[in-house]
């Protein structure tokens, strides 16, 4: 399994890297056909945030299933051993789904564009052009799984944008996509209506659905109908 182990604001000690390496046999003992981990520590300079201040975020890609997690601590080694024991739970999750064949499910979206990468992962805009408005970062044209960064002025707002590549899939499959990569939300196409949809956890085990249509396209559904 490839290793890639990227910093964010911080420098990456050997150490951090040797420790990385060392606990990865945790994934490849669950998930023996993942292809490549990724591992992004971030580093918050704001004193208030000392207890939060190193967070780890970790991306498996396992066969076309991509599982993420990350957690935060005062130190980055304990943030890794919170994150892998999220993700080990996640990548478990996936491989318990996988054997339940009554379900039947496969995932659906596309592997391209779903993993951060070093090459895609900065702010020098697209094709090495740099980006240095938000209008720029909006309208630049971009490819499968590249994205654009810039900051706004001399604020501490960051505006990213990135193009994901994914096939439709039901609401079902949306939110077990959602649970694997740890976010409270998940954008996708929903297959039963071609429409861009968001499935979200609101609370417990409470989950909504927005879909997005226009109403040039309503029309002409409401039109066709009658």
Do not use: C
């Not at 499968?144 to 505006?159: A, F, H, L, R, Y």
């Amino acid at each position: 399994m490839e290793i890639v182990v990227t910093g964010r604001h911080t420098q990456i000690k050997q150490k951090f890297r040797d420790v990385v390496e060392s606990k990865m046999n945790r994934v490849t003992a669950i998930a023996p056909d993942a292809q490549r981990a990724q591992v992004v520590l971030t580093h918050e300079g704001n004193p208030r945030q000392a207890d939060t201040a190193r967070r780890v975020e970790i991306t498996v890609v396992a066969g076309r299933t991509v599982v993420r997690a990350e957690a935060s601590s005062a130190d980055e080694l304990s943030a890794l051993d919170m994150a892998l024991d999220k993700l080990t739970l996640r990548l478990r999750r996936a491989r318990d789904r996988r054997k339940d064949h009554r379900r039947g499910y496969v995932p659906m979206h596309q592997l391209e564009g779903m993993v951060e990468s070093p090459e895609t992962d900065s702010d020098d805009g697209v094709d090495g052009e740099p980006v240095t408005s938000p209008e720029a970062a909006v309208a630049s044209d971009l490819g499968p799984g590249e994205s654009v960064e810039v900051q706004v002025g001399d604020t501490p707002i960051v505006i990213r944008r990135k193009l994901h590549i994914a096939e439709p899939m039901s609401i079902d499959e949306a939110l077990y996509e959602m649970e694997l990569i740890g976010h409270d939300f998940f954008l996708f196409v929903n297959k039963a209506t071609g429409r861009p949809s968001v499935v979200y956890h609101r609370h417990g085990w409470s989950y909504g659905v927005f879909e997005i249509d226009t109403p040039e396209n309503m029309a002409q559904i409401k039109e066709s109908g009658k």
